[in-house]
């Protein structure tokens, strides 16, 4: 799909099914809820082709990187203002779902890790560790260039908060290999 259209300080008509849910709980939603601290889509909104889905801001922290949404894509306010600095309209995007991703940024390795979701939505029994292995062998760029910290993997795939963490470093040219703190904010 791609950005069909960008919205500054967006406005909120929650769809008649959410305010059914809310009206359930007994917290009803208004018809429209204005631009401002309380509007759940944050100081921003990416409208895409897709119906149904948009990519904004957040009035809370907990969803954000999480499959907790009605089919948005929740983000940090600061991300959201940043990257509506950078996408324009008709900016391509492609909704994955893979529960371990792996990226390269600064000569750094970066895991992020989400709960593996089955065709229903709900929680997958898989072999975690098994799952990551294999999301790194796919990244051939990696597999067999990096020194890898299992110590780390093991608590960023138990976390699953969708934050990606440094997790190795690459290998030298020399074939020396740096350290890896366990500490992510600090090198040995």
């Known amino acids: ?5 960008k919205t500054p300080n967006p406005t909120w008509t929650p769809p008649a099914s959410i305010k059914a849910e809310h009206a359930a709980d007994g917290d009803p939603l208004p018809n429209v ?3 401002g601290p309380d509007n759940p889509l944050g100081p ?12 904004h801001g957040s009035n809370k922290k907990f969803g954000i990187g ?4 009605h089919g948005c894509f929740r983000m940090f306010n600061n991300n959201v203002l940043e990257l509506a600095k950078m996408a324009p309209v008709g900016t391509p ?4 779902n893979e529960p371990y991703k792996f990226g390269l940024s600064g000569g750094k390795v970066y895991l992020e890790a989400h709960t593996p979701l089955d065709d229903k939505g709900d929680p997958s029994v898989v072999d975690k560790h098994t799952a990551v292995i294999n999301a790194l062998l796919k990244r051939e760029d990696l597999a067999n260039s990096v020194q890898v910290n299992w110590d780390m ?3 960023v795939v138990a976390a699953e908060d969708g934050m990606p963490v440094e997790i190795a470093v690459p290998t030298a040219p020399d ?5 890896v703190s366990s500490n992510p904010y600090q090198q040995q």
Request: no cysteine; proline share 8%; charged share 15%.
């Open 1 to 5: 799909t791609k950005v069909t259209a």
């Open 33 to 35: 809820v204005p631009a």
């Open 44 to 55: 921003f909104k990416f409208t895409l082709g897709v119906p149904g889905y948009l990519i």
């Open 66 to 69: 999480m499959r907790t949404s």
């Open 93 to 96: 995007v492609r909704i994955i």
């Open 153 to 155: 993997v093991r608590d």
């Open 175 to 179: 074939g020396n290999v740096p350290m």
